[in-house]
């Protein structure tokens, strides 16, 4: 069996460690927080996951929240302008329930899982030199850290990032006092057009079952106002009062005043939605293999983080399981294309929902307003991007996808 090292101990790293002890690999794992101090620490995503990418934790016995945490089965979307004013509004049902668990919860419970099944986990700020020793002791050394030196191993690939800054302000809470929409529990994306966008879902926290939600500006316009916040009863004042003026439909769930559910539930930043080459070169000639977020990273705007973390792991555990030679560029460029086959869709879908929607995708998300089968269908897509292809993603198949519907009517 192979030695295995894997840098980075979050939803892909974890996931595929886990997936390689029980495969009777060795597996060294390094992270740059205990458990503990992960446990302790402030929030670091909003991880809504759906069926697929639940299910393939759920095939290496780590889904221990499946049960008993909150869970939704419906998707809506709604534009709406800052006086409340609707021009598109849809809701469908998912066929498998999605789920949030906070990473403070889901991360330490797997280091312990990872340990217990015999993985040696190392703290440590994994540097270049870190990087050389394990390549030299391992036979294969993976990347599932996109930050810092590490992170700038993996060269962007022109030819899939057509963004070359960030396209949103993020602002993440999970806050109390924030009702359940009306109805069944869902993941709700509201768009204000021109301004930026508010996507709320219910999540499991520290202290319970709790609304997670996550404001979207547009750089440079009116929800851009996050410069001179330096505390989280600061970030969270903001975040209502943005709410208020800009989604003042949603806003109507607030009960008297947002709660922050801990004083570490807020994080903020920018992120801009970049596809690197997964192999790097490290300055011995050693070989690092990136996965998930480290070599394809998407604005969170649709959801789709965790669940390509679970993806990518899924596909790099499948493709070297079923490998017996040398772990060389050629293997990791197979394996990476293998999961690009799937990531590409999810790049579309996430960049399409970023730059101004093209003629035929307004058509089909306007179409979804009467049509409840395909409502259910972009609902679903949140599990599965791939599967609303190729009419949502081109416009001559979507003229023909729209017009079959009708005749069929």
Request: hydrophobic share 40%.
């Amino acid at each position: 069996m192979a030695k295995i090292a894997i840098v980075g101990a979050g939803q892909a790293g974890l996931h595929l460690g886990i997936g390689l002890l029980a495969g009777g690999h060795q597996v060294t794992m390094v992270s740059n927080r205990t458990g503990a101090e992960i446990a302790a620490g402030f929030v670091t995503s909003s991880q809504s996951m759906y069926g697929m990418a639940l299910g393939f934790e759920r095939e290496l016995g780590i889904d221990y929240w499946q049960d008993g945490a909150p869970q939704y089965r419906a998707a809506q979307m709604r534009a709406a302008d800052s006086e409340g004013n609707v021009g598109l509004f849809w809701q469908g049902d998912m066929e498998e329930p999605g789920q949030s668990i906070d990473q403070r919860i889901k991360m330490p419970r797997w280091m312990d899982r990872f340990e217990e099944l015999g993985g040696d986990l190392i703290i440590a700020d994994a540097d270049m030199a870190m990087l050389e020793r394990l390549a030299a002791s391992h036979d294969l050394l993976i990347v599932a850290s996109g930050k810092g030196e590490i992170g700038r191993l993996f060269e962007r690939n022109p030819a899939r990032s057509p963004f070359t800054q960030p396209q949103r302000v993020l602002a993440l809470t999970y806050v109390h006092r924030f009702s359940p929409r009306p109805g069944k529990p869902a993941i709700c994306i509201n768009i204000n057009p021109g301004i930026g966008e508010f996507v709320s879902f219910p999540g499991l926290t520290l202290d319970g079952p709790c609304e997670i939600f996550t404001i979207e500006a547009i750089p440079g316009g009116p929800m851009d106002c996050w410069g001179e916040v330096k505390t989280a009863q600061d970030h969270l004042a903001v975040s209502e009062r943005l709410l208020r003026d800009f989604f003042p439909i949603e806003a109507e769930r607030i009960e008297g005043h947002l709660e922050l559910t801990d004083d570490k539930a807020v994080l903020r930043g920018r992120i801009t939605p970049t596809t690197r080459h997964p192999v790097a070169a490290l300055p011995s000639g050693a070989l690092a293999f990136g996965i998930a977020d480290a070599v394809c990273v998407n604005d969170p705007i649709t959801g789709q983080g965790s669940n390509n973390a679970a993806k990518c792991a899924k596909v790099y555990l499948d493709a070297i399981l079923a490998h017996d030679g040398p772990f060389d560029a050629q293997w990791m460029n197979a394996t990476f294309e293998t999961y690009w086959d799937y990531a590409r869709y999810v790049v579309d879908y996430t960049n399409m929902t970023l730059t101004p929607p093209p003629p035929h995708m307004m058509q089909i998300l306007k179409a979804a307003e009467t049509d409840p089968t395909l409502a259910r269908l972009m609902a679903n897509s949140f599990n599965d991007p791939k599967a609303i292809a190729p009419w949502y993603y081109d416009p001559v198949e979507a003229d023909r996808f729209l017009s079959e519907r009708a005749q069929a009517a």
